[in-house]
């Protein structure tokens, strides 16, 4: 038993184990030996009985004939088939003679509940291949880097060469679009799209390609991740990304098909509909086919803060086809403006149960607002009663456009800023937090850099900042438990989590704190947890354990809603723990944990506010 004690202690997740429960696990252990060649576990066979360890030898992994992973010493696998009771999705080989320390269900349960073991279960929920566990085939993962998906160089043409020259260089290479190296060094990008729109409408092909170029092309890195390269796709409303090195040199194109590898659900392909419909109807037709899109990604297994952010680019470009097709019918706007998005909108972490929450800023002064106010009131009951029609309900607190409060000079919204953040009543902080939250979506107007200055300075209001701590904690994770299940102990919907308020909402809330008192602004969660861990408010360890967790709770979020509207069910937040398989359920109450720990801060801040 001192040698197998040993061998555990130098791997994880049995590093963090107290020294009982190693004790425990190691009682427990049968060790047995596989000949080379010998199937350990079938893909698409019996599930598995019990957790295997190598201890000695390696295993490959392997799925449809293909060898995805050699795993040796200290690896784990066949979790994910023995907690959720379905069959492998991959075979497990032995690839020379190895001897497993197997695990059954009751000690697996165990020392995967630890929080060293959840970073083991939340990576495999997302949908992570690491070379742990048992895993699936790696598609379109979306925490891959773009420069691993390069498969050939960029077709690159002068911007002097003629629009023919350009295609018959693309057409050669077999290329869907080429990049222009500009006279000032910047790059532009045609398509093989712009190519048919060009000779449909009979433009002379041997113009220079200049000309015709979209500048500058949107590049990333091929450090930048998978995921993000997507967003970066959707938001823009293109679909080639040029991949750049850091002295600027072009390593190649990836495409959305690269990324995710699908057509007709593509989320592009979905804005490029919501941009060209023509009516307040075929606008609200093409978002309807949101969650389809939403399917694929989260089929595909991208990071799902990452496609809550696509959500929330699709989102913005509904709003700006919109607000295009209100100004057709009201006249164009008087003077600049801006239309303003607030809470989960205006974090850009939107999932396919979401409300409005938005604003309307233009030029002028308070005093200029009666005369101006009607046609910016036209325009906000145009937009909200569409986003009506298109399935986002009206904010039950009221924070639209529609609102007269929430529509005003710029002048005026610094004001109202001041005002919440001055106020002592719990209704001007919840405002004031969900104001903090304000992106700019579309318009002119140029509003963040003196909003988001009001937003600094509240970290020298010391009551304000007590207050928000306050709010913070409105929403908590749930601490009633039944048997094995986490639940709500009352209310409406007794015996089901409430994942939204009593998970993600605590995570965003405290992230939001910590960047108000630290005085710094940035829009999403996570943005968030990383610049307080920047400004000495929060440890990495206890940024990394929250990222898991919003990470974890996302993931449900998003399966649990899709799964509703596959039944003909309408999206909600509200999910049956029984329903859940036991490691998911071990999962989130590590997550819970983690959250209820970040929260003490908060508490201390809230107590202090009160002597």
């Known amino acids: ?339 303003l998005a607030f809470g989960s909108l205006g974090r850009h972490e939107q999932a396919l149960h979401t409300d409005q929450d938005h604003g309307i800023a233009y030029a002028g002064t308070e005093a200029d607002e009666e005369e101006l106010d009607p046609y910016f009131e036209s325009v906000a009951v145009f937009v909200t009663d569409a986003l009506e029609l298109a399935g986002l309900p009206r904010c039950r607190g009221n924070i639209m456009s529609v609102s007269r409060g929430l529509r005003q000079s710029l002048p005026g919204w610094v004001a109202a800023y001041r005002k919440w953040i001055a106020e002592t009543n719990p209704l001007g902080t919840g405002v004031a937090a969900i104001i903090s939250d304000g992106r700019r979506v579309a318009g002119p107007l140029d509003v963040e850099p003196v909003l988001h200055a009001v937003v600094r300075s509240a970290r020298s209001a010391p009551r304000f900042l007590q207050r928000l701590a306050k709010h913070g904690l409105a929403n908590t994770p749930p601490t009633g438990f039944f048997r094995d299940f986490i639940v709500e102990s009352t209310g409406e919907h007794a015996g089901a989590l409430d994942l939204k308020h009593r998970g993600i909402l605590p995570i965003t809330d405290l992230a939001r704190f910590l960047t108000v008192q630290a005085g710094v602004t940035a829009g999403r969660t996570l943005e968030r947890l990383r610049l307080a861990v920047e400004a000495g408010a929060l440890e990495d360890d206890e940024r990394v354990a929250l990222e898991e967790a919003f990470r974890l709770l996302w993931q449900l979020r998003l399966e649990h809603q899709l799964s509703r509207l596959r039944a003909g069910e309408s999206a909600d937040d509200y999910v049956d723990p029984k329903r859940l398989a036991p490691v998911t359920r071990q999962a989130l109450k590590e997550s819970f944990r983690t959250i209820a720990r970040t929260q003490r801060g908060l508490r201390t801040v809230v107590a202090w506010g009160a002597t």
């Open 1 to 339: 038993m001192g040698e197998v004690l040993g061998f555990l202690r130098r791997h994880q997740p049995f590093t963090s184990l107290e020294p009982d429960a190693l004790s425990r696990v190691a009682d427990s252990i049968v060790e047995k030996r596989f000949k080379a060649g010998d199937v350990i576990l079938q893909q698409g066979g019996s599930p598995a009985t019990a957790l295997f360890v190598v201890r000695k030898g390696s295993v490959e992994l392997v799925a449809d004939g293909r060898v995805l992973d050699l795993m040796g010493e200290g690896e784990v696998f066949g979790h994910m088939s023995l907690m959720t009771g379905l069959e492998p999705m991959a075979t497990v080989r032995a690839h020379e003679d190895t001897d497993c320390l197997l695990l059954d269900r009751d000690i697996a349960d165990e020392v995967l509940g630890t929080h060293e073991g959840l970073s083991y279960l939340t990576a495999s929920l997302r949908g992570r291949v690491e070379r742990i566990g048992h895993a699936a085939p790696e598609v379109g993962l979306g925490r891959e880097t773009v420069g691993s998906l390069l498969h050939g160089p960029a077709v690159i043409c002068s911007a002097e060469v003629s629009v023919l020259d350009a295609a018959r260089a693309m057409s050669t290479a077999r290329s869907s679009c080429a990049l222009i190296a500009r006279p000032d060094g910047s790059l532009g990008i045609v398509t093989d799209v712009d190519m048919r729109d060009l000779l449909s409408r009979g433009d002379d092909p041997t113009q220079q390609v200049g000309g015709v170029a979209t500048v500058p092309a949107v590049t990333v890195g091929p450090e930048a991740i998978t995921a993000e390269a997507l967003f970066l796709m959707v938001k823009g409303g293109f679909h080639h990304l040029p991949v750049v090195d850091g002295t600027g040199d072009v390593l190649g194109i990836v495409t959305e098909s690269d990324v995710v590898g699908f057509g007709a659900d593509s989320p592009s392909v979905l804005r490029s509909r919501i941009e060209r419909a023509s009516t307040v109807a075929m606008a609200v037709g093409a978002v309807s086919e949101l969650p389809k899109a939403i399917s694929a990604l989260v089929d595909a297994r991208l990071d799902p803060v990452h496609i809550g952010h696509v959500v929330g680019a699709t989102i913005d470009a509904l709003v700006h086809r919109l607000l295009d097709l209100a100004f057709s019918e009201l006249g164009p706007p008087p003077v600049p403006w801006a239309w």
